[in-house]
């Protein structure tokens, strides 16, 4: 796992900021899914952390602030006390007789607490000595409040003044200036954008890639604020940032971005320039900037939908938005942008390439870089296998001959498997099996009942959305041409 470009596993985003995470699912996870999410929990406890510091210093200085205030109060009453008392002395002109009385006194006050008698006197003392004056005051700020909700009210509005006049602040904390959005090779969808091009507005900078999973479950709901909130001042500006050579080629980000209907502007970070200004390791990341240019929210992962798109509405009111209150977005998502089964997926991502490849279990030790064969015969659960002759290269394993194939025995609802065509563009044709049989209703969106399919471009291909109980199932897929380039199994 590289420090600059960790690998998210596919299912892990959901539990970053879950308080009731499986811990049979993380036994269940590869050790780069492990790390990968204790890294996610660091950097969460580190804003919180930050959050609580700020509290706790707050906090601080409101107790030395009502010290102080108490200090000087008491203060004024021993000098006062004082001055009194001397005056007495010398009006009186007896100390001996003012000592007497002072502890006749105090033997009093004595007897009148053990009795409870102060309880009540004290009482009507205090009530009669500030009752009056907290009452003027109350009907002073009365009066002025109803005066102003008068005036507010003839000219056809229903909130108070003071609401009325006071800018809305949101609670979310301020962590710093945004990074520079300088570095991208290129931007789809728009010019260039500077960050005093964007000044005044509200920006969600989304950090994705097209063929990772989490990404394009996320996709639905970026789309979707982009179009709800484009005219009271938000900006969405996704940054693809490759994990696979495959994701750096523009025209693959063009076609993807088209099949995807994302009109906003995309900057594409080939060189990580951006990524590394943000200090980001996820995708998906995404990052709230404030109309002043301020970092105010960041979410790793899928989920808190409802909680980032709070958190957009909190930043327009804040930027000076007049938008009513609404609810939250619900995209009508399909295919492998629906959202994950959660409570059933027993599989986590999986890298076919050598350099992060887990769970390989053909007989035959994989051989970088050269043509090799290889035979698989009954995995187990979350084990895989080649069949057929294969080149396993660093990020994937090409086909070599027709008839090749891979099996893998999975727990999951869905099935999803990153695909692409041989070297020279031509189109691979598939066959995919369950438990030694065509799919019929578990079969996924890119191929049909009897299960066949086509790789067309390098992408993530769905193959199965079990449509009954979810169990652990026996996937094969067979290539009818050569030259096919397998990535990474995901699941959902």
């Given at each position: 796992m590289s420090v600059s470009l960790p690998k998210p596993g596919a299912p892990l985003e959901h539990y970053v900021s879950s308080a009731?995470?499986?811990?049979?699912?993380?036994?269940?996870?590869?050790?780069?899914?492990?790390?990968?999410?204790?890294?996610?929990?660091?950097?969460?406890?580190?804003?919180?952390?930050?959050?609580?510091?700020?509290?706790?210093?707050?906090?601080?200085?409101?107790?030395l602030a009502y010290g102080a205030g108490a200090a000087t109060s008491l203060a004024v009453a021993l000098l006062a006390g004082g001055k009194i008392f001397a005056h007495m002395k010398q009006s009186l002109g007896v100390s001996e007789r003012i000592r007497q009385l002072a502890g006749a006194a105090v033997l009093a006050g004595v007897a009148a607490i053990a009795l409870g008698l102060d309880t009540g006197l004290l009482a009507r003392l205090s009530y009669a000595s500030t009752g009056s004056f907290e009452q003027a005051l109350l009907e002073k700020l009365h009066t002025k409040a109803s005066g102003t909700e008068t005036e507010v009210a003839s000219n056809g509005t229903v909130a108070p003044a003071s609401d009325a006049a006071r800018p809305f602040h949101s609670s979310l904390p301020v962590e710093g200036p945004a990074p520079s959005l300088d570095g991208a090779v290129t931007w789809l969808n728009s010019d260039p954008l500077t960050a005093a091009q964007l000044r005044g507005k509200v920006v969600l900078v989304d950090f994705w890639t097209y063929s990772c999973i989490n990404c394009i479950r996320t996709i639905p709901y970026v789309r979707a604020w982009a179009e709800k909130y484009k005219d009271q001042g938000l900006v969405v500006i996704g940054v693809h940032a490759p994990e696979f050579a495959f994701e750096k080629n523009v025209d693959n980000v063009k076609k993807a971005i088209a099949d995807f209907k994302i009109d906003y502007p995309v900057a594409i970070d080939n060189d990580y320039r951006i990524w590394r200004a943000f200090e980001n390791n996820y995708w998906p990341a995404h990052y709230l900037i404030d109309a002043k240019g301020?970092?105010?929210?960041?979410?790793?992962?899928?989920?808190?939908?409802?909680?980032?798109?709070?958190?957009?509405?909190?930043?327009?009111?804040?930027?000076?938005?007049?938008?009513?209150?609404?609810?939250?977005?619900?995209?009508?998502?399909?295919?492998a942008e629906a959202s994950p089964d959660l409570g059933h997926i027993r599989s986590g991502e999986t890298y076919v390439g050598y350099r992060q490849a887990t769970g390989f279990v053909s007989p035959e030790r994989i051989k970088a870089d050269a043509a090799a064969d290889y035979s698989v015969a009954n995995p187990g659960l979350n084990q895989w296998g080649l069949a057929g002759s294969w080149t396993v290269g660093a990020e994937q394993a090409s086909l070599d001959k027709a008839g090749g194939g891979i099996s893998y025995r999975f727990s999951a609802r869905d099935l999803h498997l990153v695909l692409g065509p041989s070297a020279d563009g031509k189109p691979v044709r598939f066959q995919v099996t369950v438990d030694g049989k065509a799919p019929g209703t578990d079969h996924g969106a890119d191929i049909d009942a009897a299960g066949n399919g086509t790789v067309t471009a390098t992408r993530l291909y769905q193959l199965i959305r079990q449509s009954g109980d979810v169990t652990a199932r026996n996937f094969e897929i067979r290539f009818l041409d050569p030259g096919v380039q397998a990535y990474a199994f995901t699941f959902g």
């Open positions: 009731d995470f499986d811990p049979d699912q993380f036994e269940a996870m590869s050790a780069g899914q492990q790390r990968y999410y204790m890294a996610s929990q660091k950097k969460l406890m580190w804003w919180k952390f930050k959050k609580h510091k700020l509290a706790l210093a707050s906090g601080i200085f409101l107790l301020q970092v105010r929210y960041q979410h790793f992962g899928e989920g808190n939908y409802r909680q980032t798109e709070q958190a957009i509405q909190d930043l327009l009111h804040e930027a000076g938005s007049d938008m009513a209150q609404s609810g939250p977005v619900v995209p009508d998502a399909k295919g």
